[in-house]
């Protein structure tokens, strides 16, 4: 997705000093962006995977230029996250390592639908997209679906999860054409509200500590997977702008398991279009 597509949100904070005559308040505006899927960034930090080792793995593609992220979760079923979609067509790459080049492995599809979730108006709730495949994927030992989670499985704090995505390492750094990944840990949900306030919503989101040294998601990585016991657990949301490993602020993405019966009713051809 092109830079500054998605307006910034404002987080503003009121401090207020009283002096014997006046009292002075001054309020700090901070900006925020949901994710925009940029091609200028992706995983700060983190190592390169090992090629094909996440064969899920999905590159969202607009006139051959990667935007998002996300995940094969069947043959003809991409997930993703809602503010990836553009207004134009869309093609996944499969079974990519380089997305650089033209790899005997990957499997170029376009998309034939488009279903995001209804109550997702552009902000950051409800922030997932379905995308409907014009062919089917042909599964191979670089391309293969990633498992969903139980509708009521727990995600506990402090347990290590992986991200992985495509694009630049850093602020200022060059772009990364080979996926790469890194872990993320879980946070409480509490500590995520009392960060983020009206942003979090714990019932739809899950959250992650920020570790400098470990590094992790950033714009460009969005609609990529948060992976927790080897299931699918979140989807890429947002972060800070400009300063995605400031470790004030965790990561946020998209519970999964909350919204598997939306997606089985998609699956099942029962969806709106987008």
């Not at 790459?93 to 279903?115: C, F, N, P, T, W």
Request: with cysteine; hydrophobic share 35%.
């Amino acid at each position: 997705m092109a830079r500054g597509a998605l307006p910034a949100t404002l987080f503003i904070f009121y401090f207020c000093t009283t002096t014997m005559i006046h009292t002075y308040c001054v309020i700090i505006f901070l900006r925020l962006l949901s994710l925009t899927g940029a091609s200028e960034s992706g995983i700060v930090g983190g190592k390169v995977t090992k090629p094909h080792s996440r064969p899920y793995m999905a590159s969202l593609q607009f006139e051959g230029q990667h935007s998002c992220g996300g995940m094969l979760i069947r043959e003809d079923f991409v997930l993703t996250a809602a503010h990836c979609k553009q207004p134009r067509q869309m093609t996944v790459v499969l079974g990519a390592h380089d997305i650089s080049k033209k790899e005997e492995s990957q499997q170029r599809i376009e998309v034939a639908e488009y279903h995001k979730h209804p109550k997702f108006t552009g902000e950051f709730d409800y922030d997932i997209m379905l995308l409907k495949l014009k062919n089917k994927a042909k599964l191979t030992k670089y391309v293969k679906a990633i498992g969903l989670p139980k509708k009521d499985g727990k995600i506990p704090a402090n347990i290590n999860c992986t991200v992985a995505g495509w694009g630049t390492t850093g602020a200022n750094k060059p772009s990364s054409n080979v996926l790469k990944e890194t872990t993320e840990r879980i946070q409480f949900n509490n500590e995520c509200k009392h960060i983020w306030i009206q942003y979090f919503n714990s019932e739809h989101m899950v959250c992650t500590k920020v570790d400098k040294k470990l590094g992790g998601i950033c714009q460009g990585d969005s609609g990529g997977p948060l992976i927790c016991n080897s299931k699918a657990q979140g989807i890429t949301a947002f972060t800070l702008k400009d300063d995605c490993s400031n470790p004030k602020y965790p990561h946020v993405f998209t519970k999964v398991n909350f919204f598997l019966p939306w997606i089985k009713k998609v699956m099942q051809g029962l969806g709106n279009v987008a």
